[in-house]
């Protein structure tokens, strides 16, 4: 029974002193650093873990294992202190914003990995070089009377990677909170693919944008709102930003296939938004290789091409007849640094953008990912509240 003991409270309390370790240590490669997405997202299971193993510890001191006791005991309390650091950070975050937190929500949260969804409808925008590009349509339930807000949701993958469909989870509980969704495709190969990316995002905003009255869905084309995820969210900016620039224009052919790509609003979760900055200032070169990918999307480095990564980053093309803008950031983020959502911010502000910048200090990057966490709360009260104009 002794034996028994030691070994569970070993492997429990090391557990999850790791997993705590995650939270505020940079990941040593991108397995663990997806790894650190969860732990900071589901923290309170390494705190309730920590807390059995405790107890453990407690009970082998008393039957004269005193140094294992001590071992467990010391590793468990440093796994409790540091899983109660998202919890508390959530709560003060909570807390300025006005935002409730649903514990049985947190409880029951579960990983976003149901992709590719399973939308209402897919239809196809675009037939390009023989493929067609498509859009996921996740309809709210019950119908609503009125035409209603869109939501064209971008997904990311240092646009090389990902697909539509990828957080259906979280399409399907905005679908749920009355708007209609969707979800983008658009070309990641090949690669430098900057041009054809962002094409074809435009392209998608403008098929919305002339079918919006359509009996399937019918939305309102003057509240389109872009919402990006990481490489996602760069060009959902550089879309809302760059609407009728004749240097960007959108992938559709004929010039009046998409004559009008403006949107109402973007959101950008953790999105890179200067790109020559980023490729200088990596996130945590352990956890991606964010130059190297830069490299492929744009074709070189800043040092080679300063034009290209000056045309392609939405701090310097938004101007001041940008669409309102929310911008969603995690201090803990290791694939793009924080300061990327600062360096945007400071241009809204010098412009008189309306805006919104919600900073998670202790969430990862793509932390939305885990629907119900606290993290996913404060992101879907803020995300309501900006729609709402409030």
């Given at each position: 029974m002794r034996t028994l003991l030691?070994?569970?409270?070993?492997?429990?309390?090391?557990?999850?002193?790791?997993?705590g370790a995650l939270i505020v240590l940079p990941a040593p490669t991108k397995t663990l650093a997806l790894a650190a997405i969860v732990a900071s997202e589901r923290s309170g299971f390494i705190v309730a873990a920590a807390v059995i193993a405790l107890g453990i510890a407690l009970v082998l001191r008393?039957?004269?294992?005193?140094?294992?006791?001590?071992?467990?005991?010391?590793?468990?309390?440093?796994?409790?202190?540091?899983?109660?650091?998202?919890?508390?950070?959530?709560?003060?975050?909570?807390?300025?914003?006005?935002?409730?937190?649903?514990?049985?929500?947190?409880?029951?949260?579960?990983?976003d990995s149901e992709g590719p969804g399973q939308p209402d409808r897919t239809v196809p925008y675009l037939t390009i070089d023989g493929r067609a590009l498509s859009l996921d349509v996740y309809l709210p339930v019950p119908r609503p009377a009125t035409p209603s807000r869109a939501l064209l949701v971008v997904h990311g993958g240092f646009w090389?990677?990902?697909?539509?469909?990828?957080?259906?989870?979280?399409?399907?509980r905005w679908a749920d909170l009355g708007y209609t969704v969707f979800d983008v495709d658009y070309r990641l190969a090949p690669q430098p693919n900057w041009q054809t990316a962002l094409g074809d995002v435009k392209c998608a905003v403008g098929w919305v944008r002339q079918h919006a009255t359509s009996p399937e869905w019918n939305v309102d084309p003057k509240k389109l709102?872009?919402?990006?995820?990481?490489?996602g969210a760069h060009l959902a900016l550089m879309a809302a930003y760059t609407a009728g620039e004749i240097d960007l224009p959108p992938s559709c052919g004929a010039p009046d296939a998409a004559a009008d790509t403006s949107v109402e609003s973007v959101v950008a979760l953790y999105g890179p938004t200067d790109l020559a900055w980023a490729y200088d200032h990596p996130a945590n070169l352990h956890a991606a290789d964010s130059p190297a990918m830069l490299r492929a999307f744009l074709g070189d480095s800043p040092a080679r091409e300063p034009d290209r990564y000056k045309a392609i980053s939405p701090t310097e093309r938004v101007t001041a007849r940008?669409?309102?803008?929310?911008?969603?950031?995690?201090?803990?983020?290791?694939?793009?640094a924080p300061d990327q959502a600062e360096r945007l911010e400071g241009r809204l502000i010098a412009l008189g953008i309306a805006h919104d910048s919600l900073a998670i200090p202790y969430a990862q990057h793509a932390f939305d990912f885990v629907p119900g966490s606290f993290s996913s709360q404060i992101f879907e009260a803020t995300l309501r509240r900006f729609l709402d104009g409030r």
């Open positions: 030691r070994v569970l409270g070993l492997m429990l309390a090391a557990g999850a002193a790791g997993a008393g039957i004269e294992s005193p140094f294992v006791a001590s071992v467990i005991g010391l590793l468990a309390l440093s796994a409790i202190a540091l899983g109660f650091i998202p919890l508390v950070q959530a709560r003060q975050v909570a807390a300025a914003r006005g935002v409730p937190l649903d514990i049985k929500r947190y409880l029951h949260a579960q990983l090389q990677a990902g697909q539509r469909g990828e957080a259906s989870l979280a399409s399907r709102t872009l919402v990006g995820r990481s490489a940008g669409p309102r803008t929310l911008l969603v950031q995690g201090g803990r983020d290791q694939f793009v």
